[in-house]
């Protein structure tokens, strides 16, 4: 059997990261190419800096990317943890400049990450309703119904006692106030039980860097729900990126 090979970039706060992805896996294939996110982050920068990525890998099929947006008809929308300038940029436009060669589907990072871990990871999250977050710079969110995404969901912005959940409890909140994990899982509890209030989902699945020391802290949360820790951790992107461009998700 031949094997199914896609190419996925993720747009992050300090590195943007980009390979090769095995469809059947998610696995990488090679070596992950990572650059330092241009400062400050603009569309222009960002789309050279990933065609710089695509030129390196020498990949000349069709490239998945994540934004830290809202991302809507190929138009990013929200620029909460990115350059201003992102709002109302037209995807297609920018991408089509940057890389001539390379068609590109463009969509939100969590979203990618949700779509990742339900085709790769755990074979019992793909029914069901599955919330998965993203703790970072922000808190992603993607929510995903028997294997169905519901877009561009951007929990991390609900406010819960007066402040955005991302700004008390994604692990920048953690680093910034120095938090301890114990002190830390509180303020992720608390963030989890509104969510599971609101949505009743049947699984959280947490993500983000932070995940690979989830025995540190997925223990002590207190929520009702279970919550599983991420399987494909930081890769989780890249490979929803270069799923959903194989699979045509956002044309
Ligand atoms: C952004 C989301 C993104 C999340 C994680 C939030 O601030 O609004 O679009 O998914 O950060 O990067």
Redesign the pocket.
């Known amino acids: 059997m031949t094997q199914r090979v896609g190419f996925g970039i993720d747009v ?2 300090s590195g943007i990261k980009g390979g090769r992805v095995d469809l059947d896996t998610g696995l990488l294939i090679g070596d992950r190419i990572k650059i330092l996110t241009p400062k400050p982050a603009t569309p222009d920068a960002v789309a050279k800096t990933i065609a710089e990525i695509v030129k390196i890998a020498q990949w000349d099929g069709h490239v998945g990317i994540t ?4 991302v809507q008809n190929q138009t990013a929308l ?5 350059d201003g300038s992102w709002v109302n940029t037209d995807c297609q436009k920018l991408f089509s400049a940057h890389l001539p060669n390379n068609p590109a589907h463009v969509l ?4 990618a990450a949700g779509l990742a871990e339900v085709q790769f990871g755990n074979p019992e999250n793909k029914t069901g309703s599955v919330m998965l977050l ?1 703790f ?6 993607a929510l995903i119904h028997d294997g169905k995404l519901y877009p ?1 969901s ?1 929990l ?2 609900l406010v819960i006692d007066g402040t955005e959940a ?1 700004h008390y409890a ?1 692990s920048k909140a953690k680093e910034d106030k120095d938090l301890s994990y114990k002190k830390w899982a509180k303020r992720v509890s608390k963030v989890l039980s509104v969510y599971e209030a609101l949505f009743w989902p049947s699984k959280f699945i947490v993500g ?1 860097g932070i995940s690979r020391k989830h025995e540190k802290w997925v223990p002590l949360l207190t929520c009702k729900t279970p919550v599983e820790p991420a399987t494909l951790h930081n890769n989780a992107g890249i490979a929803g990126a270069a799923l959903a461009a194989e699979q045509g998700l956002y044309p």
């Open positions: 992050g706060g934004l830290p947006s809202v929200l620029a909460a943890n990115i939100n990072d969590a979203d993203t970072g710079t922000g808190i992603g969110s561009n951007e991390g912005h991302e994604s983000g």
